[in-house]
Structure formats: C-alpha cells, structure tokens
C-alpha cells in the first residue's frame, strides 16, 4: 500500500462509498427527540411570596432580588416574585393609611380638649356667674341739671336682621391679628380682639372674638349688667362655650340658649350678624355732633360727668353734657372695658347706660379734678371683674 492511499487520496477513491449507511432500526422520514431539562423556578421568588404574608420588609427585598436573578438566568418565578411585591407594597399602603387614620382622630381629639375651660394660649378668668350676681348700682349722681331721666320700664324690639355675608359662625377664618380694626372690634370684642359674629336675643347678647388668636365667647346678660368671657366653639349655625361650673352658652340663627344646672333658659334669636357686616358700624352711636367713642382699656383713669339711660331722651342728655364739658367724649358702658357693667335691673332699669367722660393722666390727677364735684372715676381694665372699677380716692 502505497503512502497516498493512507493520506486520504483522491486517487482511485469513491467518498460516497464510505458515508456510514442508515440504521436499520431508525424509521425513514424521523429525526431522534431531544427533550430540555425542567426549568428552576428561583427560591429567592417563593421566598417572597410566602414572607409577602409575614415578614414585608423582607418580602419586597426578596422580591426585587429574584427579578433580578430571573433576569440573568432565565429561572421561573416571575409571577411569584411580583405576586410577593404586590402584596408588601399594599401591606405597607394600608399598613401607611392606618397609621394616618389614627394620627388625624388623635389630633381631632387633642383640638376638642384644647377648646375646654382654661386651655389654649389665653388664660381667662371666672368672673361670678350671672345667676347668682346680686348686681348693684356702679354710678352715682351725676352733676347739677345732668340728672338723667328715667323713663317707663324697658321694652325689647325685635330688630330685622339682614342675611350674613357668610353662611355662618364656622365658616369665618380666624384673622391673622388679634388687634382690633374696626369700631365693632373695638366696641363687642373690649377692645382687645377681632369680631367673628354677633348674636342676642331680647336679655343676651354673645360676641365670638379672635382674642389672643383663639375664638372667645363674651357673652352679656341685660339683667345684672354683668359678662363672661369664656373658649368658644364654633358651628354651622352656632357659636358655644362652657363656663368652668357647667353653664352652658349657646348662640343660634334661632334661639340663645342658657342651661345651668338648675334650669334652662330659650329666648328667640333677634340679632345674627357677622362681625364685618355693614349694620354692626359704629355701635350705639346717638347721631350727635360728636361721635361714640371706643377707649381704650388700659387700665388709664375716666371722669364721669354725667350719664343717660333713656332711649327716649339719650341723645338730648348726652349732648347737652358734651357742651357742658368742652372736648369730652361720651361711651356706651356695655360697649366697652370688661371691667365695666351693662344694663341691668338694678342700675338702669335694663337700658343701655351712657356715659360722657374725659380721659386724665394718672389716678392723683383724676382724684384731684373730681375733688368737690359730684363726678366720679373709673377705671379703664379688662383685667378687673365687672364692675371692680371704681376710682378710690384718698
């Protein structure tokens, strides 16, 4: 044998000749099935799944981890792991809203508290409930040919009051100020808030102010002359408060109500005003030469001249002691200073009592002007109880 046949040559040599023939035992026409190995479902993607229900934290870190396994290596488990992802995601949502049900009730709760008694920024005082006041008369005689008149027994009208501008009590915000604006500010509030909303019925009267940046009730009764001033609430239709011995103050398009422990008290409701409405400008003003006036209560002295509590005769009386007294002014008691009273039963027959004033520098130079007079002095406070107002001389 020769060296070409033994390195493959073409010489003489028939290359069909030596393909391999067919199995006998392989059918023609069939080629052999190859069958894949089962694909591996990713243990990272069960694992989230099945702590989805337990354990979230790590449900979502499994999770996130098997996607991106699977992604790499082709393993089975997708579903799962996003099925694990979906359930932590809306675990930690729910889980999320709860926690933010409870935050709001618990501060709603705190907001109800800090409206009791005694709570919130301003600190208020408990003056003597009006039931059990025995009022007395807080003016003496005024001077020569100044003596009001007193006139038939006090009749209440019932005023038209025109439609709010807002729809009521709660839907006026809170001022960014405290500091009186306007005459009723200064006239309802004691000169020391803002007027949200004015109501009364024919024997109280209830202010809402923004004192100190907190709604305060001071509520008037035309009985005893006497006020509180007391947190309020707000409502819809409807401004409250409670004093600290239970009594309570409610104000209403309908009716003002008063309940103590003993009894309940209902009069129709004749004024519902917001604090900005036109009719509530200058308060009590009697249409004179000179104009109501508002002072200021801070703790400076007044000389009385003279005062008028007949709605007949007011304006006359008051004008004829403002020429008497040469640059004085003249007030509405209850439409000023805490520590003054309004009307009431024992003082002026239930009639709003005016009063013609000047204002001195000190109580030495009041005592010494009203010194041999018939005048008197009082004291321009919010921070004495009604009626403790009284200049003492020595």
Not at 106 to 114: D, E, G, I, P
Not at 150 to 173: C, L
Not at 359 to 367: F, M
């Amino acid at each position: 044998m020769d060296n070409d046949n033994l390195n493959g040559s073409h010489h003489g040599f028939n290359d069909t000749a030596r393909l391999p023939s067919r199995p006998a035992h392989v059918p023609t026409g069939f080629a052999p099935q190859a069958y894949a190995a089962p694909v591996r479902t990713n243990p990272l993607a069960i694992a989230s799944f099945v702590l989805a229900f337990f354990v979230t934290l790590l449900s979502i870190i499994f999770g996130h981890v098997a996607l991106n396994q699977i992604k790499r290596t082709g393993e089975g488990g997708r579903g799962l792991a996003l099925a694990g992802l979906w359930i932590s995601y809306l675990s930690v949502v729910a889980a999320l809203t709860a926690v933010g049900v409870i935050w709001v009730t618990a501060l709603n709760a705190q907001h109800a508290a800090s409206t009791s008694f005694g709570s919130g920024g301003a600190v208020y005082s408990a003056p003597t409930p009006y039931y059990n006041s025995t009022p007395q008369p807080y003016y003496s005689a005024p001077a020569d040919n100044s003596q009001p008149i007193s006139g038939a027994d006090a009749t209440y009208a019932v005023p038209q009051y025109s439609t709010p501008a807002v729809d009521g009590p709660a839907a006026v915000a809170q001022p960014a100020s405290s500091s009186p604006v306007s005459d009723a500010d200064r006239a309802y509030c004691q000169n020391r808030g803002v007027l949200l909303w004015l109501a009364g019925s024919a024997t109280y009267r209830g202010a809402m102010c923004s004192i100190d940046g907190s709604p305060t009730l001071i509520s008037m009764a035309n009985d005893v002359g006497g006020n509180v001033t007391l947190p309020a609430r707000s409502e819809t239709s409807s401004f409250s408060a409670t004093a600290p011995d239970g009594t309570e103050y409610s104000y209403g398009q309908g009716t003002v109500t008063i309940t103590t422990a003993s009894k309940t008290f209902t009069e129709p409701t004749t004024e519902w005003e917001a604090g900005n409405a036109s009719s509530l400008s200058s308060p009590g003003d009697l249409d004179l030469s000179t104009a109501i006036s508002y002072p200021a209560c801070d703790d400076s002295v007044m000389i009385v001249y003279g005062t008028s509590w007949n709605s007949a005769t007011n304006a006359d009386a008051v004008q004829k002691l403002l020429d008497a007294h040469p640059g004085s002014s003249y007030m509405r008691t209850d439409l000023s200073c805490r520590a003054f009273t309004g009307p009431s039963t024992a003082n002026s027959e239930g009639a709003y009592v005016y009063a013609v004033y000047s204002v001195e520098s000190g109580q030495e130079a009041a005592c010494k002007a009203i010194s041999g007079t018939s005048y008197y002095g009082r004291i321009l406070s919010n921070s004495r109880d009604s009626g403790d107002n009284k200049l003492q001389c020595g």
